[in-house]
Every structure is written in structure tokens, then in C-alpha cells.
């Protein structure tokens, strides 16, 4: 749960988040909705793949980042589930994976 709020404390990477919510897209196609450097984009998108949000696959010479919207939400709604009855509803509807029970 750590992982996830370290994501999404930064407003750079709730940012990225919102972009790869509308498609996928390579770290370029990223940066240049940013006045920052290649490099810092990709250490804001190491942080978002450790904490399971975003996804990236090879495809030839670039790498394709994606959002993991069952992930984001997953865990955002397992932290809520103990506030708000609506969240716990969600929570106990949905599947569970394995290695969460």
C-alpha cells in the first residue's frame, strides 16, 4: 500500500497517470507533455511500475508504458474499504487475485 501513495503523492506522476489513462505511450511521447528531462520522466515511471499502476512492453526499439486501472483502483479501494461502505462493496464484488487473500 506504501508503494501505491509514494505513486501517487507526486503531481508529475498523478500527471503521467492521467495521460496514459487516455493510451498508451512511449517515454518521449510522455516527456513532451513536460518541461523536464527524458531521464527524470523515466525515474517518475520506475516509480509507478514498482508500485504495479503502469505496465511496459517492448515494441522493437521503443517501450510502450501503460496504466493498470484494476491495479490503481484495487488498491485504492482496499484502503478505503474500512472508511466508506461503498468502497467495501466494490472491494467484496470483485475478484480477488491470488497472493492478496
Known sequence: MDKIF?????EPRRRILHYLM??????GEIADNFEMA???ISRHLAVL???????????GQ???YALVP????????DF???FCDQARAIAEAR???????
Request: glycine share 6%; net charge positive.
Open 22 to 27: 487516455a493510451e498508451p505511450m512511449t517515454v
Open 38 to 40: 527524458m531521464p527524470s
Open 6 to 10: 509514494k505513486a501517487l503523492a507526486s
Open 95 to 101: 475478484p480477488r487475485r491470488r497472493g492478496r487473500e
Open 70 to 77: 484494476e491495479q490503481l483502483t484495487g488498491q485504492l479501494y
Open 49 to 59: 511500475k514498482e508500485a504495479g499502476v503502469v505496465r511496459e512492453q517492448k515494441r
Open 62 to 64: 521503443y517501450v510502450i
Open 80 to 82: 478505503l474499504t474500512p
